[in-house]
């Protein structure tokens, strides 16, 4: 059944063929050893990509944009319409799906939205789906390559971290303090002692089992695998109320957008094996950015030291980073008071970054906070080092 047909009949119940990946995160994670057999078995009985899949284009950005830049881990996208001015870097989620996320579709963009509020220069980390080559590659080539792309910019930049795209570019700025202007954070997992069902499930699988699935894959993790085990659990209402207005009255271009999210859904990225580790155990499991533990390209990390400004996004109905955790990371935060902003939307995880309402809402307050004269960020930014 497709998407747009479970959301012409919401009354009825996910069936638990259509939606098992859904269920399984919502799920108390008792069945740990069930889990981890079923993912292995996937493995052990790998399926060639459908037919269907081989044939069809990739999907078209929104924007018009150039690739500024190709690296191993990424291609920088440059959406700027002026070659001066404030930079922005959109640091989209690399976990599963494509950064098409952050430019969606004509209203569900948030670079559409971030033009419109008259932003010039905009950049997007379009990260690359993981080829054998790239089975070594860690969080800090992650981290390398990002700090490449920032330099090719211009530093210091603003930075938008977009869900895990959040954690990595909260590390960014805590490891290369004077590149990065300001920082928002939206529906960022930061400090996982915030409970949510994405932590809870890491919590509760053997660290072996994930061992064991970077073995089974090679050195790298099957995005068609993941998406069944490890799949955001986002439900039907939480896409129907990110694309709500357009896709109401079952109008030809309502469907074609529904189909273009299925398309999005399915086009999942395969992750290098170390990286994979890494964050899971890491970010996930120890919670070692929150408690000071992170070590990001040989300097221990001290969000404490972070004084930048900052603005934290969070979904009031959000499952995969709730509002708790999202706003958590104020408090690990050395940004002063004054420098702080927050701001909930009452939506999930998706609206988030391609809902009408938040995008013409919290988008917008973002967009005048980041336009905001007379900073005296320099007087609040640590000096370079040495």
């Known amino acids: 059944m497709s998407l747009s ?68 881990s990424m291609r920088l996208r440059d959406f700027s319409r002026k070659e001066t001015g404030q930079p922005l870097l959109i640091c989209a989620p690399f976990s599963l799906h494509e950064a098409l996320i952050a430019d969606f579709a004509p209203g569900h963009s948030l670079v559409e939205a971030l033009q419109q509020g008259g932003l010039d220069r905009i950049y997007v980390t379009d990260w690359c789906s993981a080829k054998p080559e790239m089975r070594y590659l860690s969080i800090d080539s992650y981290l390398a390559d990002l700090n490449v792309a920032v330099d090719d910019i211009g530093a210091p930049v603003d930075l938008i971290g977009l869900c895990q795209g959040g954690w990595l570019s909260l590390v960014y700025a805590a490891r290369f303090p004077h590149k990065v202007r300001r920082l928002v954070l939206a529906g960022a997992p930061v400090d996982v002692s915030a409970p949510s069902e994405l932590s809870r499930m890491v919590a509760s699988v053997p660290k072996e089992a994930f061992d064991e699935l970077v073995h089974q894959g090679e050195g790298i993790i099957s995005g068609r695998h993941t998406l069944r085990f490890w799949s955001m659990p986002v439900t039907l209402h939480d896409v129907a109320a990110a694309l709500q207005r357009d896709v109401a009255d079952g109008s030809e271009q309502g469907n074609a957008l529904l189909a273009r999210f299925e398309r999005w859904d399915r086009e999942v990225l395969d992750l290098p094996g170390t990286f994979y580790l890494e964050a899971t155990n890491w970010i996930f499991r120890e919670n070692r950015i929150a408690e000071g533990r992170f070590i990001a390209l040989g300097r221990q990390i001290d969000l404490a030291e972070v004084t930048v ?55 917008r307050r973002i967009i005048h906070w980041l336009q905001a004269g007379g900073d005296d960020i320099a007087e609040l930014r640590p000096k370079i080092r040495a």
């Open 5 to 72: 047909e479970k959301l012409e009949r919401p009354e009825e119940k996910p069936s638990a063929d259509t939606d098992w990946a859904v269920q399984t995160l919502l799920w108390p994670m008792a069945a740990t050893r069930l889990a981890l057999e079923a993912y292995l078995h996937w493995f052990a009985h790998r399926e060639p990509t459908p037919p269907e899949q081989q044939s069809e284009p990739p999907l078209s950005w929104t924007t018009p944009n150039v690739i500024a830049l190709q690296l191993a």
């Open 309 to 363: 400004p900052v603005f934290l996004l969070a979904g009031e109905r959000d499952i995969v980073v709730p509002l708790d955790q999202a706003l958590a990371t104020a408090r690990l935060l050395g940004t002063p008071p004054q420098r702080l902003e927050q701001a909930s939307e009452p939506c999930g995880h998706l609206g988030l970054f391609m809902g009408r309402e938040s995008l013409g809402r919290s988008w």
